[in-house]
Each structure stands twice: as C-alpha cells, then as structure tokens.
C-alpha cells in the first residue's frame, strides 16, 4: 500500500506544491469551490467507471504536458485495483485554489486534492496518505 501511495504521489505531485506546504483553511462557499466540487464528482464518477480517458479529458494543458494519459490510466487503476470503489468524499478545506477532500475508497480513506486553471479544467490531481 505505501508502494502505490509513493507512486501516486510521485506520479502526481507536480502540480500541487501549495497543498502539500500548509494545511487549507476551511472550505467556503462560491462559484469556485462549487466548481471544484463539481469537478470532483465528475473524477469520481469517471474513475468508478473505469473512463480514464474521460478523466484524463477533464485536465488542463499544464497537468496534461507533465502527465501523459498512459500514466493517468496506470495510475488510477493501480488506485481502483487497490483501493476499489472511490466511496465518497468530504471537504477540509481550501488554501490557495487547491481544495482539499477526504476521498474514501471502499478500502481505505485518502487525501485528494484538486485545483482548477483558468479555463475550469483540472490543474491539481494528488492523492496522498490520510492525515487527520
């Protein structure tokens, strides 16, 4: 299990250095975090599905230049095959743009963090160790 979370996270931590420094503040409300939340759901629905391409559709250019959809796909499905069902997820909070969620998989709960570009497509896509 540490295996694969040192690979998700090496695997898609380059995008999410804001999120790793401090813990977020709480989350508020607003057109931001309700597309965040939207976009969220949408990742949760597409990995549940098995739609990585879908996923990988949901990405802005700066995620998609440092990830390809090859590794995208090998990544969520070593989570999926380890993790099984992305469950749900509850917000923690928010710093700097980047939302933190505690995305509980049907064998474990995770970190996630995701963030949005300026044109709404997904910048942030981290999954990391649970930390209360």
Known sequence: MKRLLL???FGLCSLAVSAQT???TPVASGPEVA???SLAKLAQRFMNANQ???LYGLMGASFKQQISPEKMKDVTGQIAGRLGNWVSMEPKGMKDGVARYKA???LSPIDFYISQDKQGKIE???FKPWQE
């Open 7 to 9: 690979l998700i996270t």
């Open 22 to 24: 401090a813990k977020p």
């Open 35 to 37: 597309k965040l939340d």
């Open 52 to 54: 990585p391409d879908s």
């Open 104 to 106: 509980t998989f049907a």
């Open 124 to 126: 942030t896509f981290l």
